[in-house]
């Protein structure tokens, strides 16, 4: 089976910086994708990682170490906007089967 | 971009009743489409991988016979809630990979908007 783990909770100041951690065991590793989801709403794409390193997009960034099973998305100067659930989640399989798999999940919540 | 519609956004129903929810895939072909299910303050968890044109493929402690799972064209994947009791109440989701995304690039899983279930 997979595991994924993300940490419950996490806060945060208004023009801040956060990171929001992801460790993952899992097989048929093909890539690593980072969500934000509002409550009651579906997910939307954030990022995607599949070379070791860090990828960045504007206020946001991600981070991949495939060797350690690990990513991080980084969120810099938080706006109150951004208090959402953030999911990692990792694409199993090859091309032409492919699942992705979700964590457990984050959420942040942002105060002024 | 590619777009995901399900149907319908919220359903209340009696307890063993039947829910069918619809997902189609509108300006691409998905011959898969993937069924998640989230609880209050939860994550995603994957209950089944639908094919088009064969049985879907369900991940362990999802009951096939609870969740019937239907594709039968390239772009509609139907998810039937069987005698639906209250713990059944959840947020479904359904989502698909459109065609020449799923390489080792990029790749978005494009996803609906979401069924809101409560079972009374």
């Known amino acids: 089976g997979q595991n994924i783990d993300q940490p419950t909770e996490m806060t945060a100041t208004e023009g801040a910086i956060v990171q929001i951690n992801c460790t993952y065991q899992t097989s048929g590793f093909n890539g690593l994708f980072w969500y934000q989801q509002h409550a009651g709403e579906a997910p939307t794409f954030l990022s995607y990682?599949?070379?070791?390193g860090l990828e960045e997009k504007g206020r946001f960034s991600s981070f991949l170490s495939r060797s350690k099973g690990y990513s991080y998305l980084l969120l810099k100067e938080l706006q109150m906007k951004d208090s959402a659930s953030y999911l990692c989640a990792v694409r199993e399989g090859n091309t032409g089967f492919q699942k992705l798999v979700f964590g457990t999940g984050t959420r942040l919540l942002v105060s002024p | 971009g590619a777009v995901v519609s399900q149907h319908p956004s919220w359903v209340i129903c009696k307890s063993g009743t039947s829910v069918k929810i619809e997902c189609r895939s509108l300006d691409f072909q998905a011959t898969t489409m993937f069924w998640y299910r989230q609880f209050p303050k939860q994550s995603l968890m994957l209950m089944a991988t639908?094919?088009?044109?064969?049985?879907?493929?369900?991940e362990q402690g999802v009951e096939k016979d609870k969740f019937l799972i239907n594709h039968a064209s390239l772009t509609l994947s139907t998810l039937t809630v069987t005698s639906a009791h209250p713990e059944d109440s959840s947020f479904y989701i359904c989502s698909a990979w459109a065609r020449g995304t799923s390489g080792p690039r990029g790749g978005e899983l494009f996803f609906g908007e979401g069924s809101r279930l409560t079972v009374l």
């Open positions: 639908s094919n088009e044109g064969s049985k879907a493929t369900y």
């Open positions: 990682n599949v070379l070791d």
